[in-house]
């Protein structure tokens, strides 16, 4: 099984894919899960809104889409990511690019995990994980 990385009308160069991986991995892991087939695709504002309102009928453009094909304890999904968005949200919220798409795609595996943020005390909840999840990636980036 596999993490994989895409792109969809879009040209993005991801750094750090094999320290990326194995991130991503530890987290499910420590959550009893196994990596079944895991695709990130980043992809454009013009894709990322023609996939909210095709499959959620939602009119707005958004920095994360998760699709879940989760069976059992094996963790598997299509994650489309808008690099325009996270462009724009990590100007917002005063992060770097890379920070704030590592809080995406970790934000992306945490709802397959079950983590929601459908209301205030879950987001809480999704924002506590999702530090905990960025501490893991910082020590291990820092440790190579």
Same mark, same amino acid.
Request: glycine residues 2%; proline residues 1%; hydrophobic residues 40%.
């Given at each position: ?6 792109? %969809?009308? #879009? !040209? &993005? ?10 991130? =991503?991995? /530890?987290? $499910? ?33 958004? %920095?994360? #889409? !998760? &699709? ?10 299509? =994650?489309? /990511?808008? $690099? ?61």
């Amino acid at each position: 099984m596999a993490i994989h990385f895409f792109n %969809d009308d #879009i !040209t &993005f160069t991801l750094k750090y894919k094999r320290l990326l991986k194995e991130w =991503i991995n /530890i987290i $499910i892991e420590k959550h009893n899960y196994i990596v079944g087939e895991i695709n990130f695709i980043f992809t454009s504002e013009r894709n990322i809104l023609l996939i909210n309102k095709t499959y959620l009928n939602h009119t707005y453009l958004t %920095d994360i #889409i !998760t &699709f879940p094909y989760t069976t059992d304890k094996i963790i598997s999904s299509d =994650i489309y /990511i808008c $690099i325009p968005v996270v462009r724009s949200n990590a100007q917002k919220y005063k992060q770097t690019f890379f920070d704030e798409l590592n809080r995406i795609m970790i934000h992306g595996v945490l709802h397959l995990l079950g983590y929601n943020d459908s209301n205030e005390d879950e987001t809480k909840e999704m924002r506590k994980a999702e530090d905990g999840c960025l501490l893991v990636l910082k020590e291990m980036y820092n440790a190579k």
